[in-house]
């Protein structure tokens, strides 16, 4: 038997020999795209491996009886098989052949550079094969050794990446997904390096417009980490995907750009003068990328996101996978081609898709009950006791509101298509008429119209996350407990957001009324079982719970929402943790649950305290605390929302005070910090968390809480924007949460700044 099989002959039903990755490569090599030429090392190779060296029986045996709840033992277990497969000599003949054919690959004509005598640069990759199930890639970790240079070290990271079927991650899914352990093989794949002089991406779907007759490229000299960075501004070209005319090109200047060393380090170098403002592609390698990324699409029938690289004047694609998210901008709006309908509104994409029904307008909370399923619901402002009817609408149109209101929050995670900030939405539509919202772009058509395919939603696929590794944790903000699993799928490292107050809309009752008639006990109840499907979803990943920050404007609807008093700003007035302390029966039942459920096995569960302003606060929620039974920051993880610029003001004495966590709230802190109300469509454009001021204090909280060993994360909406994720993993952040739709993106790039800021630092 062959130990290796070549790209060459390799297709997309080779899995069971070169696992998903490599016989993704096998077919594009069949496709005559051009990817860097490899081999895999055969997913039979490993198997023949752990069984000639013995150890096969041992890793049965390690896995016997586990359970893998218990965390410390599987990470026991994941460490020690770990350890045994990186201890075992991989049989002289397997070695050999692997040897033989990495000089082969360096040996080989072609136009990857930096081969000294037949040692090539290659990446050494894991590529799993979980049985029935192409897209389960979280059965074998991703391991990847990049610029690997010379044969002993090649044979070497071949059996690293065979280790790293057993991290404990990759055990704990498979048991949870039900796979034989000793089913599942592992290839490795050598894929050449290629020396970049230009690189980018390239979208086969204007990601902005979601045009998808655009094809968008995004180009560097040199390697394009500097891009994710904001090191450098990529040189842009839309592509008409039909005339294959550039439509448009940006080209912006580049004086620096990163590029490997013949150690196979990336270092910078200056770009000489002349090059500087000269467009980075020419005509033919633009024409060249369009060809391939219309044929990938094709072949895949699925819009692509592709990273690309030239050598030598030569294009290589170096990887594609599915676009699953696109963001919207409202000034790219306003210059796109319309459906041709008759438009009725326009307003901001808070959460994208399209959508034909009736119209049913709902200016009062007691209307609620008029939304049949499938209607569109159209209200001034959506507010949180509005989620029951929010679940039963197809979609949903405000007047108010910016991407942080509630409405865009509960939508994106809902999936139904939103927008928010028409002004007149409730003047201008009709209860009962029937509208297509094209909420994609912004707009509602008059009547019910067939939205051309580039209106096509494109909704994150559950299984179809890739398990990159990130040193800082991707969570997911969870507000429905309902849709925990579909959170759960993407592969999200814990929540970093639940919004008690979601769940307590669900029950229809105001927590000051439970009180007030002494059903504490339902109120317990009722936060527990939600808090629970989200705990159980994720075990034993962290779900850090936010106690009730309730608005007084905002729970009117809720029985005894009517004795709420009338604030002139209910955004700045009597909620969160203030409010808590002046009712700490309330407070008390929501710790209570979460002792509960502790109590249950869900010792997951962490808590923290909204809108934070003075540490007594923190202080008095500790010793509420104490009083179920809990002991804060060691029998639970308790922390604090930084949603306050006296928040970060007064961080030094709240760390002194004692606590495990902190978690940015961007929402509220830009508001509070620019002074820009969040909801207000107006001044909608003003509000952003990019805001020098806004990130100053971020930068200065982080550093505190580090000398205090307090960990840092952000829950607000800004941790879905790829920006503010560069700039956090700079400044060390330990936890990034974002949108359920959002999180595989901003796990790439995070992934990305992270190799960057690795590189910088050698
Ligand atoms: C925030 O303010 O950023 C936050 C996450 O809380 P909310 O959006 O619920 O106010
Ligand atoms: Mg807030």
């Known amino acids: 038997m062959s130990y290796v099989v070549w790209f060459k002959d390799l297709t997309k039903d080779s899995i069971a020999v070169a696992g998903g990755k490599g016989s993704n490569l096998g077919e594009m090599y069949q496709l005559h ?41 599987l990470q026991a277990v994941a460490e020690q098989i770990q350890r045994l497969i990186v201890s075992v000599p991989v049989p002289e003949d397997i070695a050999e052949e692997i040897m033989d054919n990495y000089e082969l690959l360096g040996a080989e004509k072609g136009a990857q550079s930096l081969v000294q005598g037949n040692e090539v640069f290659v990446a050494v990759r894991s590529s799993a094969t979980a049985e029935d199930l192409p897209s389960a890639s979280f059965a074998g970790q991703q391991a990847t050794f990049l610029n690997v240079k010379g044969k002993e070290s090649v044979v070497l990271a071949v059996r690293s990446c065979w280790a790293s079927l057993f991290t404990a991650r ?43 007759d655009e094809i968008v490229i995004e180009a560097v000299y040199g390697l394009g980490e500097m891009i994710v960075g904001g090191e450098v501004n990529p040189n842009t070209y839309i592509v008409d995907k039909n005339t294959r005319e550039t439509k448009k090109m940006e080209v912006r200047a580049q ?30 390698q633009v024409q060249e990328l369009t060809r391939l990324g219309k044929k990938l699409e094709e072949h895949y029938g699925q819009p692509q996101d592709i990273e690309w690289a030239v050598e030598r004047g030569e294009v290589f694609i170096v990887q594609t996978r599915a676009v699953t998210t696109f963001k919207s901008h409202q000034e790219e709006r306003s210059t796109m081609t319309e459906e041709g309908g008759k ?27 008029k939304i049949q399923k499938g209607d569109i619901l159209v209200t001034p402002m959506t507010t949180p006791d509005m989620v029951p009817a929010m679940q039963r609408a197809g979609a949903i149109i405000t007047n108010e509101g910016g991407l942080t209101c509630h409405a865009a929050i509960v939508s994106r995670e809902m999936g139904t298509p939103c927008i928010v900030g028409t002004e007149h939405a409730t003047d201008v539509l009709k209860d009962g008429e029937i509208v297509t919202v094209h909420a994609s772009r912004g707009i509602v058509y ?14 994150p696929s559950a299984e179809g996350h890739e398990d990159i590794l990130t040193a800082t944790e991707i969570k997911v903000i969870l507000d429905l407990p309902d849709f925990a699993d579909k959170a759960a799928a993407t592969g999200a490292d814990g929540v970093g957001l639940v919004r008690s107050e979601i769940i307590i809309a669900t029950g229809g009752i105001h927590p000051a009324e439970y009180m007030r008639q002494g ?3 339902e109120y317990v109840s009722l936060l527990k079982n939600g808090i629970r499907k989200v705990a159980k979803a994720f075990k034993p990943r962290p779900v850090w719970v936010r106690c009730s920050d309730m608005r007084s404007d905002e729970y009117r609807g809720l029985a005894g929402g009517d004795k709420e008093p009338k604030e ?49 606060e923190v202080r008095k929620a500790k010793e509420i605390m104490r009083s179920v039974g809990l002991e804060p920051c060691k029998a639970i993880q308790f922390g604090i929302m930084v949603e306050t610029p006296a928040a970060c003001w007064i961080m030094e004495d709240i760390c002194k005070e004692g606590i495990s966590f902190v978690s940015f709230g961007t929402n509220d802190l830009t508001q509070l910090t620019l002074g820009i109300d969040r909801n207000n469509e107006k001044i909608a454009p003003l509000f952003n968390e990019m805001h020098p001021a806004v990130l100053g204090e971020i930068a200065k909280v982080i550093k505190v809480c580090k000398k205090y060993g307090v960990k840092t994360s952000v829950c607000g909406q800004a941790g879905s924007r790829p920006e503010m994720a560069d700039f956090l993993v700079h400044q060390g952040v330990d936890s990034i949460s974002a949108n359920v739709d959002a999180v595989e993106s901003i796990r ?9 800021v690795m590189m910088e630092k050698k």
């Not at 004086?255 to 005509?283: C, H, S, T, W, Y």
């Not at 008059?446 to 909704?459: D, R």
Request: aromatic letters at 6%; a positive charge.
């Open 446 to 459: 008059e009547g019910a119209m067939e939205i051309k395919p580039e209106g096509k939603v494109i909704t």
């Open 170 to 212: 990759a055990i704990y899914y498979r048991e949870k997904q039900k796979f034989d352990h000793a089913k599942v093989l592992i290839s490795a794949i050598i894929q050449k390096m290629v020396n970049a002089e230009k690189s980018g991406i390239m979208f086969t779907i204007n990601p902005a417009t979601n045009h998808a």
């Open 519 to 521: 059903k504490q006990k």
């Open 343 to 369: 438009i009725l509104l326009k307003g901001e994409t808070a959460s994208a898709g399209v959508y034909s029904g009736p119209v049913r307008i709902v200016l009062n909370p007691n209307e609620l009950g």
């Open 568 to 616: 002139t700003d209910p955004m700045i007035g009597w909620h969160a943790i203030r409010r808590l302390l002046d009712e700490p029966e309330i407070l008390r039942c929501e710790f209570q649950a979460i002792r509960e459920l502790h109590y249950e096995g869900y010792k997951n569960v962490g808590v923290m305290i909204p809108f934070v302003i003075r540490v007594e």
């Open 255 to 284: 004086d620096v750009g990163l590029f490997r060393n013949a150690q196979g380090l990336n270092e910078k170098r200056a770009i000489p003068k002349e090059m500087q403002e000269r467009q980075v592609l020419d005509q033919k």
């Open 33 to 73: 795209v051009p990817v860097p030429n490899g081999f895999a090392v055969t997913a039979q190779t490993y198997k023949e491996f752990i069984e000639r060296t013995r150890i096969k029986d041992t890793i049965q045996q390690l896995l016997q009886g586990l359970n893998v709840e218990e965390t410390d033992a």
């Open 748 to 756: 790439r790039t995070v992934a990305r700044v992270e190799r960057k």
